[in-house]
């Protein structure tokens, strides 16, 4: 919007007429931005957190797709902290005094133009060519993604040259002049039309882009023989992954008010926080394959976890308070087990049998009567064998 300079004080006009009951509020005023920053803020720092670990566990081996990644992030964090730099114009436009609309806001307005469109470029390219890694064997995808990786880059240069058109100063014209020279209200009307227009087309583009790439590997993964569990995290990726979708649909549902409607910050800040939240979601759905190897390699199988995993295993219960109950001992012994103490009423009948080899057995039957009423009958054999050749040893095994 230009801006007249005369002696008027421009701090008590609204950059737009109010509709009709409704008085322009400068001082307290409903505002967007906290809603903008908080969900910038948010996702920025899982989107940091997503990337790093995607690095980290790929730092040995970094592809085009972790480059692209890393830009597309840092360029999302700087777009985050230039619209909190603006965030006081997150209100109705009939709350904003015509003193705000300076050649620092409309210059760096313009710079958020710049740095969202390479973002949301970075964003795409990423996944695109990660595609290509992971199925790099499949010729049609290849071919799909390097179709993606062109539609995607005319997109951007179509963004570019529609940001500039509209929201820089012409050729020859400084930016202070831009902003307050006035202009007619049919050159207004267009220049406002061709800003929509523009933005609805690119928007509608990048939701196509965003549902192909979601669309893209369903064809080869379908055919992977995976089990369960691997079919529930894919399912959960790619929920993630179309979340973004409805996230570029949204904008694009906003922008077509814009044509309708005379407040355009406040739809400004709808389609904001749409176009932060889809790309800040294709970061983090793009990086979350090397997520999980990192959490599985470096957190889940690091000491420190396991050593916390069995101080927090529960132990069995105590049980020293109680009276144990009396178990009776077994009917049969075992090789190497220790002696046992008869029970009472022990009656033994020993029968030895010379072996015409040189080993003895010794046969005892021991009738034996105890716990309750069982009575049993237990038989043992003593073996005695001499070692050879020409030793004077023995060896003596008791068989049970």
Not at 60 to 88: M, P, Q, V
Not at 253 to 261: A, E, K, M, T
Not at 329 to 340: A, D, M, W, Y
């Amino acid at each position: 919007m230009s801006v007249d300079s005369n002696d008027v004080d421009n701090c008590s006009i609204p950059d737009a007429d109010p509709p009709d009951g409704i008085t322009p509020n400068f001082i307290n005023p409903p505002t967007m931005a906290p809603t903008l920053i908080s969900i910038a803020v948010v996702l920025n720092v899982w989107a940091t957190v997503f990337v790093v670990a995607r690095l980290y566990a790929n730092r040995f081996k970094l592809h085009a797709s972790d480059y692209l990644t890393a830009l597309a992030l840092i360029l999302n964090i700087t777009y985050a902290g230039i619209e909190i730099s603006i965030s006081k114009h997150f209100r109705h436009t009939w709350d904003i005094p015509v003193c705000w609309i300076t050649v620092k806001y409309m210059i760096t307005k313009f710079a958020l133009y710049m740095v969202g469109v390479p973002r949301s470029l970075f964003s795409k390219w990423a996944v695109l060519l990660l595609y290509r890694q992971l199925f790099g064997v499949n010729k049609l995808i290849n071919v799909a993604v390097w179709i993606g990786v062109i539609f995607t880059l005319l997109i951007s240069i179509f963004g570019f040259v529609v940001e500039i058109i509209v929201n820089a100063p012409k050729p020859g014209q400084s930016w202070e002049e831009w902003i307050t020279t006035p202009e007619d209200e049919k050159t207004y009307e267009l220049y406002e039309n061709l800003t929509a227009v523009g933005n609805n087309v690119r928007t509608a583009c990048i939701m196509a882009v965003d549902l192909y790439i979601v669309i893209l590997p369903l064809p080869a993964i379908s055919r992977l023989h995976l089990p369960l569990k691997k079919r529930l995290q894919l399912f959960a990726l790619f929920a993630i992954a179309f979340s973004a979708v409805i996230a570029s649909i949204l904008p694009l549902v906003y922008s077509l008010g814009y044509l309708r409607d005379d407040d355009g910050t406040w739809v400004w800040c709808y389609v904001e926080i749409c176009n932060t939240a889809e790309i800040s979601v294709a970061i983090i759905a793009g990086s979350a394959l090397a997520f999980a190897k990192f959490v599985k390699t470096y957190i889940a199988g690091s000491s420190t976890v396991r050593m916390l995993r069995l101080k927090l295993r529960i132990k069995p219960p105590d049980h020293s308070h109680t009276s144990p109950t009396p178990v009776p001992p077994p009917l049969h012994g075992t090789i190497g087990s220790p002696p046992r103490k008869h029970p009472r009423h022990y009656l033994e009948l020993n029968d030895t049998v010379l072996m015409e080899t040189q080993a003895s057995t010794d046969v005892r039957t021991t009738y034996t009567a105890g716990w309750g009423s069982q009575e049993e009958i237990l038989r043992t054999i003593d073996v005695i064998q001499d070692s050879r050749p020409g030793s004077s040893l023995r060896s003596t095994d008791k068989y049970v």
